[in-house]
């Protein structure tokens, strides 16, 4: 079954630090991996979106890698701000009984404190 | 810049009213979509269309029904509202989902069923 595993749950960092976070995931076929943010109460909004042959794309203070081999993803923050308070989302497009489909992790969420 | 427009935002059903959704999409894309979001879980796909006249299942479509009569709507029926169903529905849209590009998503509906 496709599945992907984001790490940790849920983190709390201060102003202005960086922050990493992690994402595994085992659907395969695979063919691209994107991080979306969500803020409470709004809709996930599209941060990066990388295919097999691309080991790290860049959203501003947002960097995101991929290592297509083990299967796993990173989102590194750098000089968070307050406004980066949100939930993380990773989610892996592949091939689900023969259908292309979309596989969503559980999400970490993210609190900046000042 | 509409994007995707979900509504209503809140509502509350009892327990086997039937009521219904709206999603629509200014963007003239082909693929349009239905998620639901509940605690500690990724999104799920309920339904979606890769075009006007055409509907498929997602992984959790019983309960609800869907129709594409235009490109810009896709509205999600609930038949027999169950308190099962209390969750926040999110509609998402792409140009193409056969190719690497970008979801849009509504800001959500969040639905209690009492």
């Known amino acids: 079954k496709n599945q992907v595993e984001q790490s940790p749950q849920s983190l709390i960092i201060l102003e202005g630090k960086n922050c990493t976070l992690q994402?595994?995931?085992?659907?395969?076929?695979?063919?691209?991996l994107r991080w979306y943010k969500q803020d409470t109460g709004r809709g996930p909004v599209s941060l990066t979106i990388m295919t097999f042959s691309e080991n790290t794309k860049s959203n501003g203070r947002y960097t995101a890698t991929l290592d297509a081999d083990t299967k796993q993803s990173s989102l590194h923050i750098t000089a968070s701000q307050l406004s980066d308070s949100a939930s993380y989302i990773c989610?892996?497009?592949?091939?689900?009984?023969?259908?292309?489909?979309?596989?969503f992790g559980s999400g970490t969420r993210l609190q900046v404190q000042p | 810049n509409a994007g995707v427009t979900q509504t209503p935002k809140f509502q509350v059903l009892k327990t086997g009213q039937s009521m219904t959704l709206q999603c629509a999409q200014d963007m003239n894309h082909e693929y349009m979509s239905w998620y639901r979001q509940d605690p500690g879980m990724g999104l799920r796909l309920i339904h979606y269309s890769v075009g006007a006249g055409i509907t498929d299942q997602g992984e959790v479509p019983n309960g609800y029904n869907v129709s594409r009569s235009t490109t810009e709507d896709f509205p999600l029926r609930l038949l027999s509202a169950a308190p099962s169903q209390t969750s926040v529905y999110f509609c998402?849209?792409?140009?193409?989902?056969?190719?690497?590009?970008?979801?849009?998503f509504g800001q959500g509906t969040r639905l209690t069923v009492v």
């Open positions: 994402c595994n995931y085992t659907v395969s076929p695979f063919s691209n």
């Open positions: 989610v892996v497009s592949g091939f689900n009984t023969g259908r292309r489909a979309l596989t």
């Open positions: 998402a849209s792409s140009y193409s989902h056969n190719k690497n590009t970008e979801a849009f």
